[in-house]
Each structure stands twice: as structure tokens, then as C-alpha cells.
Nanobody, 125 residues
């Protein structure tokens, strides 16, 4: 059974940085998508970044390009989201999500079957 566990959230001031981690267990194949999503109160869940763990292909939402970086450590079965130059509008609950075996990793929620419990990121001005 696939499980995803996020960590690394917290509170920072605008302009600061945080790194989120997503530890994945239970996968028996390498070619899959791991994504980071976020949801602010009263808003829909939106895709932030995704990575194909079998080929290192990455995708980013326009709102985070140049500020966020998604990466992976295959030895640790962990995907990271490095967040720099944080803005108050980045405040949200951040979720890690995993797909079944596939190559393309668009930012939509529909391809993801497994979800973590979320970690809160709060950015103050």
C-alpha cells in the first residue's frame, strides 16, 4: 500500500525559504509522478509542481516558476519542494500526491491516486 508523508512546513516571513519533504513508501515501480499541491482556505486545490521519478521530468505552475524547485532522492524515496522568495499568497496547506505508473505528469489532481495528510505553510508580510 502506497503511503506519502509530508514534512517541513512552518511559518516564515515574506522572502524567506522552506523545504518540504515527501517520503513515499509502498511503490513497486519507479516510473510514476509525485506532485505537490496546495489549498488555501476557501480556494480550490491547485498544482504547484510535479516530477516523474523515472526520468526527472519536472513541471511547474506559472505562479511558482523561478522560485520553487522540485527534486528527488531515489535512494531515500523522497521528493523535495524547495521554496524560495516566499510570498504571503503562498500560504496554504501543501499536499504531496502520487500517481500510478505513467510518464506524463500534468498539474491536475485527476492523475493522482495517493495523497499525504498535508503540511501547513504560512508566509507573513
Amino acid at each position: 500500500q502506497v503511503q506519502l508523508v509530508e514534512s517541513g512546513g512552518g511559518s516564515v516571513q515574506a522572502g524567506g525559504s522552506l523545504t518540504l519533504s515527501c517520503a513515499a513508501s509502498g511503490y513497486t515501480y519507479s516510473r510514476k509522478c509525485i506532485g505537490w499541491f496546495r489549498q488555501a482556505p476557501g480556494k480550490e486545490r491547485e498544482g504547484v509542481a510535479t516530477i516523474n521519478t523515472g526520468g526527472d521530468y519536472t513541471y511547474y505552475a506559472d505562479s511558482v516558476k523561478g522560485r520553487f524547485t522540485i527534486s528527488q532522492d531515489n535512494a531515500k524515496n523522497t521528493v523535495y519542494l524547495q521554496m524560495n522568495s516566499l510570498k504571503p499568497e503562498d500560504t496554504a496547506m501543501y499536499y504531496c500526491a502520487g500517481s500510478r505508473a505513467r510518464w506524463s505528469c500534468p498539474l491536475g489532481v485527476s492523475i493522482f491516486d495517493y495523497w499525504g495528510q498535508g503540511t501547513q505553510v504560512s508566509v507573513s508580510s
